[in-house]
């Protein structure tokens, strides 16, 4: 079992529409829980981060974690055709370079 | 802003050729990585290093080595490729900083789409 399970999707949704996206993780070590966002051919860039359980805002974005489910969500407000990539969670917690796993990612394409 | 490189982004390679993909940031992070990303199998880590000239093995390192002699520039190294290693790769660094989640922080470069015939 891998110790972040990602939604594969791909997703596809009308513009304006709420997106969300999930990952669940096995391993109670991992301490920060992050989401890339990578758009086609480039590298990914980091989105948000939350290190505790709850909710965390910054724009359209909120980001969800429970940690007592081992669960965490990305949530997306109105969305854009620009918001249309592949989205990646990621969660640190073990390693001597802080190393992160990654989900396998989830491609959303917002349609205008 | 951080800046990550990679010396290639498209590189075609025959059979049992050695193949070096070259990595370098600007923002004197002490952890370098390397990843390989394929189609539903997500970002694999296949070497890091968190300081000049350490190094240790990722998830899936066969087939792989890596060099750090200088703290910006990080290299991997495919000894003999293989059709199987077609994929592509992406080096990442990051501060390391103790005390909070900006030191697990990692930032990407383009990425090097390395096919193997």
């Known amino acids: 079992q891998k110790e972040v399970e990602q939604d594969p999707g791909p997703l596809s949704v009308p513009e304006g529409a709420i997106v969300s996206l999930n990952c669940t993780y096995s391993?109670?070590?991992?301490?920060?829980f992050m989401w890339y966002r990578q758009y086609s051919r480039k590298g990914p860039e980091l989105l948000m981060y939350?290190?505790?359980?709850g909710n965390k805002e910054d724009g359209r974005f909120t980001a969800q974690v429970d940690k007592s489910s081992k669960y965490i969500s990305l949530f997306i407000r109105d969305s854009q055709p620009s918001d249309s990539a592949t989205y990646l969670c990621?969660?640190?917690?073990?390693?001597?370079?802080?190393?992160?796993?990654f989900g396998s990612g989830t491609q959303l394409t917002v349609l205008p | 802003d951080v800046k990550v490189t990679q010396s290639s982004r498209y590189l075609v390679k025959r059979t049992g050729e050695k193949v070096f993909l070259e990595c370098v940031q600007d923002?004197?992070?002490?952890?370098m990585f390397w990843y390989r990303q394929d189609p539903g199998l997500g970002l694999r880590l296949i070497y890091f290093?968190?300081?000049?000239?350490?190094?240790e093995k990722g998830d899936i390192p066969e087939g792989y080595s890596v060099s750090r002699e200088k703290k910006e520039r990080f290299s991997l190294i495919l000894e003999s490729a293989s059709t199987n290693q077609t994929s592509m790769y992406l080096c990442?660094?990051?501060?390391?900083?103790?005390?909070?989640?900006?030191?697990?922080?990692?930032?990407f470069g383009p990425g090097t789409r390395l096919t193997v015939t």
């Open positions: 923002m004197d992070h002490e952890n």
């Open positions: 290093s968190y300081d000049v000239k350490m190094k």
């Open positions: 990621a969660m640190s917690g073990r390693g001597s370079a802080r190393q992160l796993t």
């Open positions: 391993n109670s070590a991992f301490q920060y």
């Open positions: 939350t290190y505790s359980s």
């Open positions: 990442a660094s990051s501060s390391g900083l103790a005390g909070g989640p900006t030191g697990y922080e990692q930032y």
